[in-house]
């Protein structure tokens, strides 16, 4: 585990669990703690599937069911979502969207079906929240559980607890 950052925390969104793991690792490895978004939409496996798919085309983002994560004090913010259709999935979109005033350090890692750095979602998410990430990572679910998504993961926190360190 990396030196222990007790002010980060991660805000994630995960339909089908690559998110929520990634998620996980990265709150174990910064010693972070985890708020979940939830929504009503996207369950079950083929409906769901389709539901978000067609809301990240038309840009239709979800009011979110989670409760308001209490986010005031922390240093940095990590945010864990997948790509739809090129796009940060919807429910974080919305979530970046309702707070485009956050303190400190933010990050965005995201996870993704293909291999190739997911630079569309990038983009957006940062449009949404109306400024830029200082530190991103994404994790193809190619190499979820493999030592190279570790590696993914750790590099990620490194570079989040450099930032956290320059800015204290
Ligand atoms: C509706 C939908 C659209 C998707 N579109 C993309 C895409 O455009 N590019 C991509 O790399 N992966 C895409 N994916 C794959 C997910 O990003 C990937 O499986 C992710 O790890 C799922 O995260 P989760 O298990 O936390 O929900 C899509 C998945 C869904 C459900």
Do not use: N
């Amino acid at each position: 585990m990396l030196q222990t950052v007790k002010t980060t925390a991660v805000v994630y969104y995960s339909r089908t669990g690559h998110s929520k793991d990634a998620a996980t690792e990265i709150a174990d490895t910064l010693g972070a703690q985890r708020f979940r978004l939830t929504v009503d939409r996207y369950h079950g496996p083929r409906l769901g599937y389709l539901t978000a798919g067609f809301d990240s085309l038309r840009q239709r983002l979800p009011q979110l069911t989670s409760p308001q994560p209490a986010l005031r004090g922390f240093q940095a913010i990590v945010f864990c979502a997948p790509v739809w259709t090129s796009y940060p999935a919807t429910p974080m979109r919305r979530f970046l969207r309702d707070h485009p005033v956050l303190p400190g350090v933010v990050g965005l890692f995201l996870t993704c079906g293909d291999d190739s750095e997911p630079a569309k979602a990038f983009e957006m998410a940062q449009a949404d929240l109306g400024r830029s990430f200082q530190a991103r990572g994404y994790l193809p679910d190619a190499l979820a559980r493999t030592p190279g998504g570790q590696q993914r993961v750790t590099e990620f926190c490194a570079a989040l607890q450099a930032l956290v360190k320059t800015a204290v």
